[in-house]
């Protein structure tokens, strides 16, 4: 593919901002003192006049960001996803989403991927943090031309939107000549009727890696990107159930909360079947190059295509 | 101000404090004693400071007021009702299910409320938030936000006063009512929050303290504000919890209970002998 870009979908977030701002006075981004790490410094660079850098203080970042929003500005307010939905979860919920008010909130450096700086900045259950509050939409975009996507999406959504945004640089596999973001609708990348792979974020490239190379060893994974944590694409979820009776979920943050258990919502209630879940086991994570911890937590492509095989198997 | 002019909003915080207590009472529970102490500046700033049209709540150049401790709901309710916002009747289905008035203020079904509070601390953020808007904008208008004494315990208070006055929001007023009570007993026995004004002083602000229940410190104060410019002004008012009704002022068990048939015969008469008092 001629458009295959390399970059942590961090940068494609700040490169949306500003292509979004151009047509938009009413954008305005906040940081809390990360912005060179959450990238809303191409922003900032470009219209320090609409940029309020916060100070380290992620909770009221998230209460003026609500103010603006009633004030009739579009604020995007951005830190690690860590502090962005744990420290200022309150906020969110309470600032932002009881009102119902349009602000984005954008979480960086999201998942295991994070690397060398451990636990504390691991962020491994935002998406599930999120995902519980009424009236918020998830985002957790794959790759470059997917994020630049679902940041116009979030823009243009009258609402509270958190979109994850990720640390390490990763290649894209999407092509923009055809490729559509619809909110809330997920995307079939593979057909195939022997399992669905269902997969969010970074790691649909890799579950995407996993399930082409078992089609030489005769395996027909289906796999789903969903895009769109909440609302949550029950169609696509549903038919899948229906015509594979096997569904592996792939996700970069705790196995608890997150896409696993907004897929197990969809099958429970409307077409039961049996669920594995990949992610990371309800633990903490640790320091280390990005790489090697996807690889030791289960998250590349040679884990992935394992279970595919044992599920498929079984 | 002229004497007239003071009798009128005493009248009106009167009926506001009668407001406060008849929608607690119907609801059964609520937030009497700091409604109370806070009556008159909320009567001050609707009747007197702020630019506001009830009959466009969301008029884009109003001046905009944030309840920081949502849970005084009950008295700023009663005073944008007199102030013609919605009706006064509203006020007997305070808290019930259904009702437009919840139990703190909520910006989406109660017009003239320009923020959802109720988790302290919030409010202020986002009075930050309406100010530095109105600075990108070059508009005009105020902003002004009340705070309880126990809410200036919560850390997110200071990281918005740092944020105000390093933004420089002379557009914001940041008032606390410091009627010295919380919940469990004395802000003082609880908190250790004082000196509140060399705070406020160290973080920026331009601090004027007042006593609360007085209309021409309170005047003299929202005059001083508005001229201050560069740094956003805090102003610190004494006041006293539950004023107005005798078996309520400086009682820490009326910070979060309604009075039973009773008390309220009491509570109203009380404000009503005020009242006429204020008229007559």
Same mark, same amino acid.
């Given at each position: 593919?001629?458009?295959?870009?390399?970059?942590?979908?961090?940068?494609?977030?700040?490169?949306?901002?500003?292509?979004?701002?151009?047509?938009?006075?009413?954008?305005?981004?906040?940081?809390?003192?990360?912005?060179?790490?959450?990238?809303?410094?191409?922003?900032?660079?470009? $219209?320090?006049?609409?940029?309020?850098?916060?100070?380290?203080?992620?909770?009221?970042?998230?209460?003026?960001?609500?103010?603006?929003?009633?004030?009739?500005?579009?604020?995007?307010?951005?830190?690690?996803?860590?502090?962005?939905?744990?420290?200022?979860?309150?906020?969110?919920?309470?600032?932002?989403?009881?009102?119902?008010?349009?602000?984005?909130?954008?979480?960086?450096?999201?998942?295991?991927?994070?690397?060398?700086?451990?636990?504390?900045?691991?962020?491994?259950? /935002?998406?599930?943090?999120?995902?519980?509050?009424?009236?918020?939409?998830?985002?957790?975009?794959?790759?470059?031309?997917?994020?630049?996507?679902? !940041?116009?999406?979030?823009?243009?959504?009258?609402?509270?939107? $958190?979109?994850?945004?990720?640390?390490?640089?990763?290649?894209?596999?999407?092509?923009?000549?055809?490729?559509?973001?619809?909110?809330?609708?997920?995307?079939?990348?593979?057909?195939? /009727?022997?399992?669905?792979?269902?997969?969010?974020?970074?790691?649909?490239?890799?579950?995407?890696?996993?399930?082409?190379?078992?089609?030489?060893?005769?395996?027909?994974?289906?796999?789903?990107?969903?895009?769109?944590?909440?609302?949550?694409?029950?169609?696509?979820?549903?038919?899948?159930?229906?015509? !594979?009776?096997?569904?592996?979920?792939?996700?970069?943050?705790?196995?608890?909360?997150?896409?696993?258990?907004?897929?197990?919502?969809?099958?429970?209630? $409307?077409?039961?079947?049996?669920?594995?879940?990949?992610?990371?086991?309800?633990?903490?994570?640790?320091?280390?190059?990005?790489?090697?911890?996807?690889?030791?937590?289960?998250?590349?492509?040679?884990?992935?295509?394992?279970?595919?095989?044992?599920?498929?198997?079984? | 101000?002229?004497?007239?002019?003071?009798?009128?909003?005493?009248?009106?915080?009167?009926?506001?404090?009668?407001?406060?207590?008849?929608?607690?009472?119907?609801?059964?529970?609520?937030?009497?004693?700091?409604?109370?102490?806070?009556?008159?500046?909320?009567?001050?700033?609707?009747?007197?400071?702020?630019?506001?049209?009830?009959?466009?709540?969301?008029?884009?150049?109003?001046?905009?007021?944030?309840?920081?401790?949502?849970?005084?709901?009950?008295?700023?309710?009663?005073?944008?009702?007199?102030?013609?916002?919605?009706?006064?009747?509203?006020?007997?289905?305070?808290?019930?299910?259904?009702?437009?008035?919840?139990?703190?203020?909520?910006?989406?079904?109660?017009?003239?409320?320009?923020?959802?509070?109720?988790?302290?601390?919030?409010?202020?953020?986002?009075?930050?938030?309406?100010?530095?808007?109105?600075?990108?904008?070059?508009?005009?208008?105020?902003?002004?936000?009340?705070?309880?004494?126990?809410?200036?315990?919560?850390?997110?208070?200071?990281?918005?006063?740092?944020?105000?006055?390093?933004?420089?929001?002379?557009?914001?007023?940041?008032?606390?009512?410091?009627?010295?009570?919380?919940?469990?007993?004395?802000?003082?026995?609880?908190?250790?929050?004082?000196?509140?004004?060399?705070?406020?002083?160290?973080?920026?602000?331009?601090?004027?303290?007042?006593?609360?229940?007085?209309?021409?410190?309170?005047?003299?104060?929202?005059?001083?504000?508005?001229?201050?410019?560069?740094?956003?002004?805090?102003?610190?008012?004494?006041?006293?919890?539950?004023?107005?009704?005798?078996?309520?002022?400086?009682?820490?068990?009326?910070?979060?209970?309604?009075?039973?048939?009773?008390?309220?015969?009491?509570?109203?008469?009380?404000?009503?002998?005020?009242?006429?008092?204020?008229?007559?």
């Amino acid at each position: 593919m001629a458009d295959k870009v390399t970059k942590a979908t961090r940068e494609s977030f700040g490169e949306a901002l500003c292509e979004l701002a151009q047509s938009d006075e009413d954008i305005i981004v906040l940081d809390a003192d990360l912005s060179a790490a959450t990238k809303t410094s191409i922003f900032s660079k470009k $219209y320090p006049e609409r940029f309020i850098n916060c100070g380290i203080a992620e909770c009221n970042m998230v209460g003026v960001a609500a103010g603006l929003a009633a004030a009739g500005k579009k604020p995007v307010a951005a830190s690690f996803a860590m502090f962005a939905t744990g420290r200022a979860f309150e906020q969110i919920r309470n600032s932002v989403a009881y009102p119902n008010l349009n602000v984005k909130i954008a979480g960086s450096h999201a998942g295991i991927s994070t690397g060398e700086d451990g636990a504390t900045h691991q962020c491994l259950e /935002d998406i599930g943090v999120m995902r519980t509050i009424p009236n918020m939409v998830v985002l957790n975009p794959a790759d470059h031309w997917e994020m630049m996507a679902a !940041t116009k999406a979030a823009l243009e959504h009258n609402g509270p939107v $958190y979109i994850r945004l990720g640390r390490l640089a990763i290649d894209s596999f999407n092509d923009p000549e055809t490729y559509n973001f619809e909110l809330g609708k997920g995307i079939t990348l593979h057909e195939g /009727d022997d399992v669905t792979v269902i997969a969010t974020g970074l790691v649909v490239n890799e579950a995407k890696k996993a399930v082409e190379a078992l089609e030489s060893e005769g395996i027909n994974a289906r796999l789903i990107n969903i895009h769109t944590i909440k609302p949550i694409d029950k169609d696509i979820i549903i038919k899948a159930a229906k015509e !594979t009776g096997k569904i592996i979920t792939v996700e970069e943050h705790n196995i608890i909360g997150g896409l696993a258990d907004a897929v197990c919502e969809v099958t429970s209630q $409307y077409c039961p079947v049996p669920v594995t879940r990949i992610g990371v086991n309800d633990r903490f994570g640790y320091s280390g190059p990005a790489w090697e911890l996807l690889e030791i937590f289960g998250l590349t492509e040679t884990n992935i295509k394992k279970v595919i095989t044992q599920v498929v198997n079984s | 101000m002229e004497i007239s002019e003071i009798k009128q909003l005493q009248i009106n915080a009167t009926k506001a404090r009668i407001g406060a207590v008849i929608g607690t009472y119907h609801a059964k529970s609520g937030h009497p004693g700091g409604s109370l102490s806070a009556a008159d500046v909320f009567t001050y700033l609707y009747f007197k400071e702020m630019n506001v049209d009830p009959e466009n709540p969301d008029w884009a150049d109003r001046d905009r007021f944030v309840l920081s401790k949502g849970h005084c709901a009950p008295s700023l309710y009663a005073i944008l009702a007199l102030k013609g916002f919605f009706d006064w009747d509203e006020l007997k289905s305070l808290r019930h299910v259904g009702a437009m008035l919840q139990g703190h203020p909520d910006m989406k079904g109660t017009p003239g409320i320009d923020m959802s509070t109720g988790s302290l601390g919030q409010g202020i953020s986002t009075a930050c938030g309406m100010a530095i808007a109105a600075k990108l904008d070059n508009k005009s208008y105020r902003v002004y936000t009340v705070l309880g004494d126990g809410e200036c315990e919560e850390g997110q208070v200071w990281e918005a006063a740092m944020f105000a006055s390093h933004n420089n929001l002379d557009n914001l007023v940041v008032v606390v009512d410091q009627n010295g009570l919380q919940i469990d007993g004395t802000v003082a026995e609880v908190g250790g929050i004082e000196p509140l004004d060399k705070k406020f002083e160290s973080f920026g602000f331009n601090v004027i303290k007042v006593n609360g229940h007085d209309f021409n410190e309170l005047d003299e104060a929202f005059s001083k504000a508005k001229a201050t410019k560069g740094v956003p002004t805090a102003i610190l008012m004494k006041t006293v919890k539950g004023k107005g009704v005798s078996f309520m002022e400086n009682q820490v068990g009326w910070h979060g209970k309604a009075t039973n048939d009773e008390e309220y015969k009491i509570a109203i008469a009380e404000l009503e002998g005020q009242l006429k008092e204020l008229e007559g």
